[in-house]
C-alpha cells in the first residue's frame, strides 16, 4: 500500500499568517492527490484536488502544489475558521490511502 | 443540495453483523462511484470499499474483504455495506463518499459503529 506521510502533526500558527503542510507519498502518484479539511465533530471536506485544483466555492487562500511524491498544501491569511485537520490522500493506486493528518492550532 | 445521509450505525457485540445505508439526494446517484471510509474517532481516515456507478464491480480493502459486501439500489437512490463477524477494530465512524472523478469530492455526516461485549 502507499504510505502518505505528513509533516508537521501539529502546526501553532496565529490568524493572519501563512501555514504550509507537507505530504509526501511513498512512490510516485503523479498528480493525483486531494487535501481535505475535518473541522472537530464535522465531516472532512475537500479542498484541493488533482494537486493543485479548487473545488467550487473553496477561497483561494487554499492553494495546492506538487507532484510526483512532494506535495504542499498552503494556507494563506488564516482565518479561525480554518483551524482544523488536513489531511492529504492519494488516488493513483489501491487501496486509497490517506495521511495521518496535520492539525492546525492557534 | 448535494447530500449523502448514513444511518444504521450502533452497538454490536463481537462477532455480530450490522447493514449501514446511504441515501443520496442532489445529484444523479447512478452516475457516479461511492466508497466507503472509516475513522475510529480521533484518529486518520481508512478507505474501506468502492462500488461502481451500476453496481456492477467493487473493492475492499484486505483488512474487511470477506466479511464486509457494499451494494447499490440506484432506484432508491441508497447505498449500502452489509457487515458481517465484525471485530472490535471496526469500531469507527463510517463515512459514505462521493466520488467526483477518482477522488472523493462530497462526504456523508457519518454513522458511529462500535463492536463491544
Known amino acids: 500500500d502507499i504510505e502518505m506521510s505528513q509533516s508537521p502533526a501539529t502546526l501553532s500558527v496565529s490568524p493572519g499568517e501563512r501555514a504550509t503542510l507537507s505530504c509526501r507519498a511513498s512512490?510516485?502518484?503523479?498528480?493525483?492527490l486531494a487535501w481535505y479539511q475535518q473541522r472537530p465533530g464535522q465531516a472532512p471536506r475537500l479542498l484541493i484536488f488533482?494537486?493543485?485544483s479548487r473545488p467550487t466555492g473553496i477561497p483561494a487562500r487554499f492553494s495546492g502544489s506538487g507532484s510526483g511524491t512532494e506535495f504542499t498544501l498552503t494556507i494563506s491569511n488564516l482565518q479561525y475558521e480554518d483551524f482544523a485537520v488536513y489531511y492529504c490522500?492519494?488516488?493513483?493506486?489501491?487501496?486509497?490511502?490517506f495521511g495521518g493528518g496535520t492539525k492546525l492550532e492557534i | 443540495e448535494v447530500q449523502l445521509v448514513e444511518s444504521g450505525g450502533g452497538l454490536v457485540q463481537p462477532g455480530g453483523s450490522l447493514r449501514l445505508s446511504c441515501a443520496a439526494s442532489?445529484?444523479?446517484?447512478?452516475?457516479?462511484?461511492i466508497h466507503w471510509v472509516r475513522q475510529v474517532p480521533g484518529k486518520g481516515l481508512v478507505w474501506v470499499s468502492r462500488?461502481?456507478?451500476?453496481?456492477?464491480?467493487?473493492i475492499y480493502a484486505d483488512s474487511v474483504k470477506g466479511r464486509f459486501t457494499i451494494s447499490r439500489d440506484n432506484a432508491k437512490n441508497t447505498l449500502y455495506l452489509q457487515m458481517n463477524s465484525l471485530r472490535v477494530e471496526d469500531t469507527a465512524i463510517y463515512y459514505c463518499?462521493?466520488?467526483?472523478?477518482?477522488?472523493?469530492?462530497?462526504w456523508g455526516q457519518g454513522t458511529m459503529v462500535t463492536v463491544s461485549s
Open positions: 490522500h492519494q488516488y493513483h493506486f489501491w487501496p486509497l490511502t
Open positions: 462500488i461502481s456507478s451500476d453496481g456492477s464491480t467493487s
Open positions: 512512490q510516485i502518484v503523479a498528480s493525483n
Open positions: 442532489g445529484f444523479t446517484f447512478s452516475s457516479y462511484w
Open positions: 463518499a462521493r466520488a467526483g472523478g477518482l477522488f472523493v469530492d462530497i
Open positions: 488533482d494537486a493543485s
